[in-house]
Structures are given as C-alpha cells and as structure tokens.
C-alpha cells in the first residue's frame, strides 16, 4: 500500500473514530433518548465536503449536522416490499414521473392543505426519522413523519402547521397512506398568523419553531410541542399558550409559546416582522438566530431545551447600518464562530459571537440576497451567495446571475470571486441556491460540481459548476434550458441526491422546480419538478450493460459493454451516437442531456444521421445511417448498444431517458430527500416532498395546494 492509500485509511478510520465519540459525547451524554435524523432547510446550507485531516475533522465532528450528512452518504441502504426487509423488489415502479393522480397505494401521494396553501417558493418542508435503521409507520410508538407549514392564516377551520404519518405505500396495512399525525391553529393569544418561512425542529423530534406573521405585518418566534394524533386539516387544535417562564415545564401538550420581533431583546422597542428569514439552530449550544425584516439579527439561548429566552445586548445587531433591508436565513459556523447572513440590498454579512458584523461588497444588484441565504462548508472554510444580478454588464447589457464565492474571514468590502451562470434582467428572478455533488461532499479538496438553476433574466437554464481544489471557474456550463421559450418563470433551489441502490449501482440526480412552462411531458407545459442524471464517471470502475453517468461535455453516455472503467478518463463525444473505449468499458453517446422532449417514431419519414428519437420502451434510438423509416413500427431492442433495421434507417439503443417530470401548479417548494432507509424498512421508504405553489387536484382533500411525496428516480 502506497503512502498516500494508507494516509486516506488514517484519516478515515479517524474521521469514523471522532464522528462515533462527538456523537456520544456531545448527545447521549447530554440527554438519555434515541437521537433520529431530522431534515430542514438548514442541512442543505450547511454541508462538509471531506476533511484531510483529523484536525479538520475534530473542528466539524461535534456540529450533528456533520454526522448527519456522514450518516445519509454512507448508511447501508436495503429497500424491500416487505416491512420484514423480505422479497427484495429493484423494480424503479414509482418514479417522479409517474402521474401526479396517482392513489396512495402506488406509493405517491399529494393531499390538500386547503387552497391557496403552500410551503412557499425557497422555503423546505421538514423530515423527521426517530430511528436510523428502520423505516416506521402509524403502528409504532415513534413513526416517521413529515412536516408542511401551510402558509394560510390560522384560524380554527385552517391548520397554519400541519405533519403527516404513514408515510409509506408500506404502510397500507396500518390505515390511510398517509395519514394526519397532528394539525394546529398557531393563532397566538387572539393574535392570527402565517407561517411564511421554513419551519425547524428540535434534534429528539419533539418541538417544533418557526416565525409567524400576523395580519399587522408582526412576526412572532413561535416553539411549540406538539401531540401525536391531535387534530385535523378542518378541525385544527389550538395548542395552549404558555409564557417563556412556563413552557419547559407545560404539563399539557400541545403547548406553544412565542416571542415578539422587537427592535431591543427587553420587549420595549418596536415591533417588527420576519418574511425571509427561517430559523437556525445550532444543537451543540442550543442557541437560536433569526433576521428580521429592518435587519437586526436575533438570538435566543437557551432555545429548545431549558426555559427559552431572547438573548439582550448586543443583540439583537443591526448587521449593516448602511443599508438596513430584511435578511436571509442565517447560518452558524463552528470552525470561524461567526454567523453568515445576506440581506435584500444584495450584501453578505459576518457577524461574529460577540455581535460585531463585517459587510461584503454589494454583489446582488437585482432582486437581492434576501429570499436564498449563503450556504457554507465548514470544512472547506467557503461561503457561496447566490446573485440575481451581479450590477455587471458582461451579459447582454443587463448584468449576469452569479454565484460567489467567498472565504469565512473575508474582510470588509469583498466581493469574493464570481461564476456566471447566465443573463439577468433589469427586473430579474431570484437566484435561488444551487447544490453540491456526491464527488464535492466526498473529495478531501473540495473538488466537484456545484448545479445552479441560472439565467434570472428570463427563460431559466441549468448551470454546473466544477469545482478544482475549491476554484471555480469564469463562467458555468449551460445544461440546456428547462422550461419552454419565451418564459419568466422563476426556478427553485437544486436538491442533489445520490443514491446506491439503483439498478445497476449508483445513480445521482439533481431536482429542481421551475414555476411554469415545464418541458418534460409530464408537465404539460406548467410548473413542474424535474430531475437530470449527473451521475459522474469513475475510474477503475466495473460497469454494467446500461449504467448511465453524465460527462463533462453534459452527453449522457450509456454503457453498452460492460467492464473496468480506466485509471484516467477517456476523451469525451460532443456527438449523439459516437462510442469511446474506457478501459474494458465502451461508452455510446447519448446526446447532450436536455428537459426538451424527444419526438416518437414516424412511420415512412425521411432521418437524418443521428438523428433522436424516444421508442415505445422509453429509450433513445440514435440513427447511424440516414435513410427513410419503414411502414410499420420496428420491434425495438430493449438492450444498450443493440441495433434494429427500420427500413433503410439503422437505429441503436443508447439506454433510457435520463429526464423526468412530474406537474406542479406554479412549480413547488423547496424539495426534502428522504434517503435513509435501514434494513427494516418496506416499500416506498425512500422519498421526496414538497409542495406546490399553486392549486391543483390532490389525491385526497379535492382541489388546493398540495402536500406531496413523489419517488425518488432509481428507488423503490
């Protein structure tokens, strides 16, 4: 074994040694329940791409985010059609494709909040697991479940909060697939409200927090524990109030209990409010941060356990006294101890714990920062912003989408370094957050590719960004458009999901949401959550007939002879049809993946060389020679690399087509992966949700906005 082979087996054994003790040490010693697995917006703006060293991992180790990402990259994963794990079943029956009117026994579900209801463009359901290693259903004392806030105002005929058990097509046999776990009216003290930010969750699954919006344009820090089987989307029950003073100990759950957004922590400055800003928390020291709409960043300690209060001076801190404008979500860094924000004036802020803030150069010149925080990696040290429009005229005249990079220390004034990704306008759309790949997450230097849904000027466009030793590059690589000419439509955050357990091995994909004009045909042409194959290659790889990865030219190529992947990579196709020797491995080109549909075959039509077509089996046909197609249809080879006659046309398989779609009235929320499922898990155990942003026919409750959970591409 080489010198660097045995330094990687160090620094493994010690990153698995020092996650297991920061894990015992900083949770079981501290409070004697089982820890679940939560999910929110804040796992997907904090991330750890793989430390080099144990040093690196001991500043990280004790921040249980970084277990958790750890624990859903690398738990074991065994998706079965039984409960009891029995009867294994790797048929992909109920991908994102699948027909949004699906009933709950397919495994895909949407049931209605009520109209008008919805989680909120940007904003993220939560997923809560009690158990690691097993999936659970209505018949256990813990089961799984999934959290929508509902955007409309509370009142006792609608629920401003509602969960959702039974998750899962397994759980049939337990009642209604899903099932209403709670449902409240978080109207505070006479005082109603919207939720219009994501909600959060306490590490044992027991509270929930969020802030709440009255009809005054108020908002309100609300904690609530909640109670299982308590309420319903009609009747939703109003939880008891009780002072900060009294709520570690209420006795009666539910019980919630709320702070106002003021301009001091004493309760006499004035009223503000909070559209923009989510919660976050950090569950080593159990404190809480949130920015309000004039740009004062909050603090609550303790928050979840112990009697919550709102920590006073400095804070609440005016993080930029310039250009005081509401804030994004802020994000806490254990490694440099300051806490990152945005703002809508298009700045980035550090503020550091003792309340002493540092303001970038002005980097949004658009529709601000405000609406999509930074996200951070603590290992790498590098923060990244996401710009409507960079102020620039390089694109068009009206500026570029951008994203920026900065360091956790950057000084006051710094811009970063920029990576456009596509035009922007005089009146542009947000620039939501894009996404990190499984080769970023798990490279010791920061090297992979970031996806970012660009071009906020006007018809949205999907970017990929490699990423070398933590640099990016000028300018992103275009993936094609993702929703029909001519549109406005805005597009939603990237979630990357990478999954071992599909068929043939490992699969990645990226989803995604524009709010109209979707392309895929599922869409029908409207708001639509879509999904791309970037599975990357890999060297000294085996390989089966009919893996798919995506290069870097962004061809899909499909293998259509199976072997061991090279030491180095081949030299990529830019053309549909072409096939490259790797190794023991031959690759044909797909062609360059896009959202825009493939025609059918026609009979007696006159085909171009390479011309693309989508057969009845839903794969790619690919002409190698030109010709003229015969009368009647050709009986299509169902193998990768097989070839058919089509009368004077010759066409070769080159695998399935790697894009789905599902419909989605004015696109959905942010998206939650659900991708830890144990050995005792059951059918349909591995999900997405969201909602939508508009109304639409749901499976149950009639027509509204819809809570959803659709299957994962490749999972079972």
């Given amino acids: 074994m080489n010198r660097t082979a045995t330094r990687l087996v160090r620094i493994t054994g010690a990153l698995l040694a020092l996650v297991t003790i920061g894990w015992i040490l900083t949770l079981h010693a501290a409070r004697p329940y089982e820890h679940g697995l939560p999910t929110d917006w804040s796992h997907r703006h904090v991330i750890f791409s793989q430390p080099q060293t144990a040093e690196q991992v001991a500043l990280v180790a004790h921040d249980p985010r970084y277990w958790q990402q750890f624990m859903r990259r690398n738990m074991v994963r065994v998706l079965a059609t039984g409960e009891d794990g029995s009867n294994p079943d790797r048929t992909p029956a109920y991908a994102i494709g699948d027909s949004p009117s699906a009933s709950s026994d397919d495994g895909l579900w949407s049931q209605s ?60 046999s337990f009642g209604t697939v899903p099932t209403v776990y709670w ?59 009780s002072t900060p003073a009294q709520y570690a100990s209420c006795a009666t759950l539910p019980c919630m209990t709320a702070f106002t957004l003021r301009t001091t922590a004493t309760g006499v400055g004035a009223q503000t409010n909070d559209t923009t800003s989510s919660i976050f928390y950090d569950y080593t020291s159990d404190i809480a941060y949130v920015g309000d709409s004039l740009g004062l960043l909050h603090q609550y300690h303790p928050f979840f356990s112990g009697t919550p209060a709102e920590v006073g001076s400095p804070w609440p801190v005016q993080v930029n006294a310039a250009n005081p404008t509401a804030l994004s979500s802020p994000l806490y860094d254990h490694v440099s101890k300051n806490i990152f924000v945005g703002d809508a004036g298009g700045y980035i802020e550090s503020i550091s714990s003792s309340g002493s803030p540092t303001v970038s150069a002005q980097i949004d010149h658009g529709a601000g920062i405000s609406n999509e925080g930074p996200t951070l990696d603590q290992v790498a040290q590098k923060l990244y912003a996401f710009s409507s429009n960079d102020g620039s005229t390089n694109c068009g005249g009206n500026g ?50 970031l996806y970012v849904c660009g071009d906020t000027g006007a018809n949205p466009i999907m970017y990929q960004i490699p990423i070398s030793a933590g640099t990016m590059p000028a300018a992103g690589t275009s993936m094609n458009t993702v929703t029909t000419a001519a549109s406005t439509a805005s597009c939603s955050e990237v979630t990357d999901i ?47 007939t009919g893996y798919e990865i995506l290069s870097p030219k962004v061809h899909i190529e499909v293998v259509i002879v199976p072997g061991t992947s090279a030491a180095s990579p081949p030299t990529w196709s830019n053309t549909a049809g072409v096939t490259r020797s790797d190794g023991g491995v031959t690759w044909l080109d797909q062609g360059v993946i896009t959202a825009v549909p493939l025609a059918g075959w026609t009979a007696s039509k006159a085909y171009a060389l390479r011309a693309r077509i989508l057969d009845s089996n839903n794969a790619v046909e690919i002409s190698t020679t030109a010709g003229t197609s015969a009368g009647t249809v050709p009986l299509w080879p169902s193998t990768p690399g097989a070839t058919v006659i089509d009368g004077s046309v010759v066409w070769i398989n080159a695998g399935p087509w790697t894009v789905n779609g599902l419909q989605a009235t004015k696109g959905a929320s942010g998206i939650i992966i659900d991708n830890v499922v144990g050995s005792g898990t059951m059918a349909g155990a591995s999900q997405v949700y969201f909602s939508t942003l508009g109304n639409q026919t749901c499976t149950t409750g009639g027509t509204g906005g819809c809570a959803m959970q659709a299957s994962q591409a490749g999972l079972q």
């Fill in 400 to 449: 570029c989408a951008a994203v920026y990079q900065f360091a956790t220390t950057f000084t006051s004034g710094s811009s970063g370094t920029e990576t456009q990704v596509g035009a922007s306008s005089a009146t542009p759309n947000f620039l939501y957050s894009g996404d990190f790949d499984n080769a970023y997450l798990t490279s010791h230097t920061a090297t992979g590719n």
């Fill in 183 to 241: 449902a409240y009216n978080t109207t505070e003290q006479t005082v109603a409200g919207t939720i219009k930010t994501s909600p959060i969750i306490s590490l044992d699954g027991t509270q929930v927090a969020f802030v709440q919006t009255d009809s005054t344009a108020h908002g309100y820090v609300i904690l609530l524990k909640w109670k299982a089987n308590n309420g319903t989307l009609a009747a939703p029950v109003a939880p008891n109030y």
């Fill in 113 to 172: 909040m009520g109209s008008g209801a919805t989680v909120g463009a940007g904003n993220f359901p939560i997923k809560y697991s009690f158990s690691l290693t097993t999936a659970t259903c209505s018949n256990a004392a813990k089961p799984d479940f999934v959290i929508f806030n509902t955007g409309l105002l509370s009142s006792t005929t609608k629920a401003s909060i509602i969960a959702y058990d039974n998750l899962y097509s397994g759980c049939s």
């Fill in 498 to 544: 990478s999954n071992p357990n599909a068929a043939g091995g490992l699969e990645e994909r990226i989803f995604f949401s524009p709010q109209g004009n979707g392309r895929p045909t599922p869409c029908g042409g409207k708001g639509c959550v879509e999904s791309f194959i970037v599975t990357p290659w890999k060297a000294t790889t085996a390989y089966a």
